[in-house]
């Protein structure tokens, strides 16, 4: 019986090892998703304030259509002012070009705001630019990084499940049957061992007896409290 215990042993190592590969290569695709947004977040920054540039250069264009209008204004009243005949008149077109200048002058206040705005917008663009070049070249070596590892850990599963069947082939039938219902039932965990009287599946003390009977390693023995295939650690 300790020779099978042995086996079950090294069956329950190579359970949890694949386990373990198989959980790493499920991650794979959340991490290589996860370095995906984070450069799509880059993007979608560059995309709005581009969005926000043309805008902007859009209302610097109607503002400079609206100054070159006002200007025609003005010198068609200027070229009024010739041809009136009376002072009211004149001093209408007078106000009149006034006015007109104002607009004019405010209007040129918001285009030089919208220079301003422009520059701002050009300036987060070309760091985003830079920025998503760096982190695009970072996430490219990890993204590499994550598949190499992928790719030798699929490989230590293959082997693992090589030796898995070598050493199932050496234990007991009814043993083998008992340890994957157990391995089902425990979320993996199917064999654990004991010391200092502790079970190490479930961290509880054993009854004395049964802990004095895993010496003897004359029959299977199993946890009283979390059922699991219990063997001494030497």
């Given at each position: 019986m ?50 926000v ?17 006002n ?62 070049l ?19 850990d ?34 993996g ?6 010391k ?15 802990y004095n ?22």
């Open positions: 300790k020779e099978q215990i042995k086996v079950l042993v090294k069956l329950q190592h190579l359970d949890a090892e694949s386990i373990r590969i198989k959980s790493t290569l499920n991650d794979v695709s959340k991490k290589l998703k996860h370095l995906d947004s984070s450069l799509e977040e880059i993007e979608l920054t560059i995309k709005d304030q581009e969005s540039l043309d805008g902007l250069k859009k209302q610097y264009r109607d503002y400079e259509s609206d100054v070159k209008l200007l025609a204004k003005i010198n068609k009243s200027q070229e009024k002012l010739r041809s009136v005949k009376t002072n009211k008149e004149y001093q209408l077109l007078l106000k009149e070009i006034e006015d007109v200048k104002s607009k004019n002058s405010s209007i040129e206040d918001k285009m030089i705001e919208c220079l301003d705005r422009i520059d701002e917008a050009e300036e987060i663009i070309a760091i985003k630019k830079d920025e998503y760096q982190f695009s070249d970072r996430i490219k070596s990890e993204k590499q990084s994550i598949e190499h590892d992928a790719e030798i699929k490989k230590k599963l293959d082997e693992l499940d090589m030796d898995r069947k070598n050493v199932s082939g050496l234990i007991d039938a009814q043993l083998f049957k008992k340890y994957l219902v157990i391995k089902e039932q425990q979320e965990l199917a064999v654990v061992p004991v200092d009287a502790v079970c190490h599946g479930c961290n509880v003390n054993l009854p004395p007896q049964l009977e895993l010496f003897r390693y004359d029959s299977l023995k199993f946890c009283p409290n979390c059922h699991r295939i219990i063997y001494l650690k030497e």
